[in-house]
């Protein structure tokens, strides 16, 4: 069983089995990820109610409402872990003069990243090192966690706005259990301190982290394998 992003066409399905079979499979289910994310997170998601699922990874969210198996509403936004590293090294040689690599930028992230502006601190800061962008000479500096939340407001708001809009054209008596039964936040991305406070704020509607976030999509990959029959409206 391969996960595929929502939305693939016929042609993209088509070519994923393809290469499968070319390397020795024989039969080959194909799931989409946000429906995959969602089994992993333990969402029911063959029942007739709706449910909603923002599955950020390292370069996408994929933002889904889902019912009776199926994607109802779905979009892809290109911003995910990779892009909010990319902004807080922007942001260290803008304010600091400071160049620093990806893996220092995602430490940075991993450690005193917050999405919540109400909770991030100012005098909880981090050292980071790096290169002197006029000197070219070794440098430390000192951010703090305020600073790293300013600077990941603005592409969290690219995914907030996509999730406003699959809100935007979720039937109305989907968008009320979605009221009712709040919003899973899956992928590596949903381990950002304060995510689940940012989206929460914004939408007026609850959010939560699904448990395991980083695995929600291999283990539904997992269940529906050893699920067929349970789940054979989201396979392809």
Do not use: W
Request: overall charge negative.
């Amino acid at each position: 069983m391969i996960s595929i992003p929502g939305g693939s066409t016929q042609v993209e399905k088509r070519a994923v089995v393809s290469a499968c079979k070319a390397a020795g499979a024989t039969d080959v289910y194909l799931m989409e990820e946000p429906l995959a994310a969602a089994i992993g997170a333990k969402i029911p998601i063959s029942q007739p109610s709706g449910h909603m699922i923002i599955n950020i990874g390292g370069g996408t969210a994929e933002i889904a409402v889902i019912s009776l198996g199926q994607l109802v509403v779905y979009k892809s936004v290109r911003t995910g872990g990779t892009k909010l590293d990319e902004v807080i090294a922007q942001y260290i040689r803008k304010e600091y003069n400071l160049v620093i690599g990806d893996r220092s930028a995602e430490d940075v992230k991993m450690r005193i990243g917050n999405a919540d502006k109400e909770s991030a601190q100012q005098d909880v800061t981090l050292e980071v090192k790096g290169r002197d962008f006029q000197t070219g000479l070794p440098r430390i500096i000192h951010i703090s966690e305020l600073e790293v939340c300013e600077a990941l407001q603005k592409p969290l708001k690219s995914i907030l706005d996509g999730v406003k809009e699959v809100l935007s054209l979720t039937p109305p008596e989907l968008s009320s259990d979605i009221v009712d039964r709040g919003i899973v936040i899956s992928g590596g991305t949903g381990l950002l301190r304060g995510i689940d406070r940012f989206f929460t704020y914004h939408l007026g509607v609850p959010c939560f982290i699904a448990e395991d976030p980083l695995l929600c999509v291999i283990k539904g990959v997992g269940m529906a394998i050893e699920n067929l029959e349970s789940y054979k409206e989201a396979i392809r």
